[in-house]
C-alpha cells in the first residue's frame, strides 16, 4: 500500500521525535511509505532522523521564522507538491497531523477520491494560540476554520485520549473515531542501574534527582515546581534535571531567570533534547520524572514522558488530569495545588524503595501493552480498515490485509 504522511512537523529534523515518527518508521516494513517535508521548517534542527521512506521536499518553499506565518505562506507550494504526489505516485491512504497542510490533504483527498485519515494529535486550536500573549481568541478562530473541514473531509479521526475523543465528537459526531495512545520503544526504555545512567551521562553524584524533559513550554508550570524545591531544599537535597525544548524561546528565557531569582539556578542540571537513544540513561539516572502539566485541553491526552517513565521503572508526579489516571495503573502520582505536589514528591522519596519494587514488575507490563509495534500495529489497522472499505466502495480489486492475517 502507498501511504502519504502529512506530518505535524519536520518528522526527521524536530529537535524532538513524535508519535508520527515512530509509527511511520514501523509502517515503512510492510508499505511504501511518502512522507511530505517541510522546507526550511523554522523548528527543524540540524541532525536528521532516518526513515526508509520517499521523502519529497515543499518546492519553492518560503522560509519564516514564525510557525504560523510559515504554513501560511507556504500554503499554496504545499497544495502544488501535494497534488504532485498524489498524481505520480498512485496514492492509496493519506494519513496527515497538521492545520493548514491537514486542510489542505482532505480538500486534495476529497477531489481525488482517496482515502485519509486525520492523526489528531493535539487540541490544535489551543496548542497553536499558547505562543502569543495577544489575540489568541483570533489565533483559534483561525485554527478552527482550518481544523473543521479538514475534519468533515476525513474518512476517519485517530486520536491518543478519550478526552480529545469528546471533543471530536462534538465536531464530526458521524465519523469514527479511533483512540490509539502514545506508546514507547520496548527495547530502548526500561530499568537501568541508577548510578550507572548518572555515570553515563555525567553526573556522578547522590543528589535526590528529578527530571522535567521534553517541551517546556507555557503549559507546562514551571514556576510552582521551582517554588516547591527551594522549599523543599532546606530538609532535602534535591535537584532538578532539565533535558527539553522550548517552542516559545521568550517562555524559557523567562523561567530561567525565574530560577535565579529564587536561587535555584545552581540546582538545576540543564541539557539540550538528546537522542531518542540517550533518553532512557536520563530517565533512568532519575529519582521521580516530574510533568507539571497546567489544566488545558491539549494536556489531556497520553504523554510520552509519562510513558518513558513508566517503562523505565521510574515513578512520575504528575497534575491531577483524569485521562492519565484511565491510562496509567501504578507509579503515577497525582497532586492538584503546591501542598499536593510537594506531599507526593516527600511522599516518594520516603518510600522510595517499596515504590521502585512494584514499578519494576509493572513496568514488564507496561512495555509490552504500550510498545510502539503493538501502537503501530492499531494504528495500520485504522489504516487497512479505512482503505478497505474505499477500495469496496468504489469496486476496486486490492484488499490490503491487516498485520498478522491471512
Known sequence: MKVLLIPPNDLLRHPISNRMYHIATRLTRRHDVILL???????AGEVKRTLRAIEVPIHKAVRA???GLYYTLNTPQIYITLENIIRRKDIDVIVHANILPSFVATALAKKYEISNIYDFLDYFPESASAYYTRGKHLIEL???????????????VITPSFGLRSIL????????????????????FKPINRDLARKNIGLDDDHHL???QGSIDIWVDVESLLEILRKLRKMIDVRLLIVGFSHAKHYYRRLLAYAKRCEMNKYIYIYPPQSYEIMPLFINA???VIAPMKKMVKNFATPLKIAEALACGVPVITTVIPEFKLWYKQGVYFYSDHEGLERAIVHVFNNYEAVKRELREYSNYFRKEFSWDNISNRFENVIITVANEKECAGEKVNVWHKPGAH
Not at 517535508?37 to 523548528?43: A, D, M, N, R, V
Not at 465528537?169 to 530502548?188: A, H, M, Q, T, W
Request: net charge negative; glycine share 6%.
Open 210 to 212: 528529578l527530571l522535567l
Open 286 to 288: 532519575s529519582d521521580i
Open 169 to 188: 465528537r462534538s465536531i464530526v459526531p458521524e465519523k469514527p473515531i479511533y483512540v490509539i495512545p502514545n506508546g514507547i520503544d520496548s527495547d530502548l
Open 37 to 43: 517535508s517541510y522546507t526550511g521548517h523554522p523548528l
Open 65 to 67: 521564522e514564525n510557525l
Open 142 to 156: 483561525g485554527v478552527k476554520a482550518s481544523i473543521y473541514p479538514a475534519l468533515k473531509n476525513s474518512d476517519a
